[in-house]
């Protein structure tokens, strides 16, 4: 009887391209933000505007922390082909998305968020299928750069 009662309180994922379909995605956002010296910030992100995919790349540098839009030194945005949307998913299908925590962020990232039709504000947090995906996908986003 006490299993049953906790049987729902575990943490709930939820599976890119399963219960969250690619076409309810509308953001995501891969975030470094470390404030070593000196500190370092970055951010991937990808949207849809107007039916179309657009890759915005941010680096901030400066010799103070928090890295604000003032130190913005380079960016880019890049509406992406279809090729690209395609292997753009490709990377995120199959990873996990949980919920968010009101526990303060502990480490410099990545930082990964993805944003869908139907996730409330709640399950937001994104987790690559396996760690080889994700450098993958690092090395994809630098290609988009150039």
Known sequence: MIGLLFAGCGKKEMTVGSAVKQTDITEFYYTVDESTNPPEFYRY????????????????????????????????DVTLTDAERDEFFSYITNGKITRRSDMPLDSSGPYLFIYWNG????????????????KEFEAFCRSLIQ
Do not use: M
């Not at 990808?46 to 010799?63: L, P, V």
């Open 45 to 76: 992100r990808f949207h849809k505007e107007n039916d179309q995919w657009i890759f915005h790349f941010e680096k901030r540098e400066a010799d103070h922390w928090p890295l604000t839009e003032a130190d913005i030194t380079e960016f880019c």
């Open 119 to 134: 996730d409330k504000g709640d399950y937001q947090v994104f987790e690559f299928e396996a760690y080889s995906q994700q």
